[in-house]
């Protein structure tokens, strides 16, 4: 596998995972702009700002993700190097957009119905 290759896979499992993470989002802290405040649970009143806590999860997985992969990929490359085909290059890049669209789209919907009320 090329070096090409390995950064191709790095980031796309690293965009894979940060998406997923993103759309399910786990309880982050949450800050509330009005009280200049930190929670780590919601409160009822006030204005909250989740997005803090899901960017913090989204990115740690992402990078974690980005780490992990490109260290197995690295350690498992020995010899000559041999390229993906070019049909897996195009899978590849065709899966991580369309994940990266349906996340993007969840965000948009999800933000638009909590807010645009």
Known sequence: MT????????CS??????????????????YYPLEHAWRSTPSG????????????WTISAG??????????????????PVPLPAWASRALATITLAVLLVALGHTAFSESANWMR
Do not use: E, N
Not at 3 to 10: I, Y
Not at 15 to 27: E, G, K, N, R, S
């Open 63 to 80: 990078a974690l993700t980005l780490g992990i992969v490109w260290l197995l990929l690295r350690r498992s490359t020995t010899g000559t």
């Open 13 to 30: 499992s690293s965009i894979l995972v940060a998406c997923a993470i993103h759309a399910f989002a786990p309880a982050g802290p949450i």
């Open 3 to 10: 070096r090409q290759d390995r950064v191709a896979l790095a």
């Open 45 to 56: 009143d006030g204005i909250a700002m989740y997005w803090y806590g899901r960017s913090l």
